[in-house]
């Protein structure tokens, strides 16, 4: 059996087993075991079958662009060839405008979501 055989056939052997709780808002962390299983890292999407005997299979989902996102950069391509006149450089003032313009603004990613953030 060659080495990448023998890793499947130990991943398809191994049983990983790991629970997380709901918050108040519905929302869970995967366990770091899981992420590891799954090479799972920040904004990596997640696939979820639900069986009809109620098992659960959670997968690492592929990404698929985001329409939005697309239609945005071809027209921001299309806009950047028909006026090229119009692309302007980040300067240092302009990096220190914005700079100044969020100085004192830390986000807090514990904080509670609006209760309408959901719908």
Partial sequence: MNTATESQATMQAATI??????TDRNQTTVPASIRKALHL?????IRYEVR???EVVMSRAER???PAMA??????EQDMQAH???IR????SSLAEAQRLTAGME???DEALPEDDDE
């Fill in 89 to 92: 450089p980040v300067t240092a």
């Fill in 17 to 22: 087993e790991d629970s997380s709780a709901l």
């Fill in 71 to 76: 239609s945005f950069l071809a027209f921001l």
């Fill in 52 to 54: 009809s005997n109620g």
């Fill in 64 to 66: 698929s662009p985001d």
């Fill in 84 to 86: 090229p006149q119009n």
């Fill in 107 to 109: 986000p807090d990613l």
């Fill in 41 to 45: 890292g920040r904004r990596d999407r």
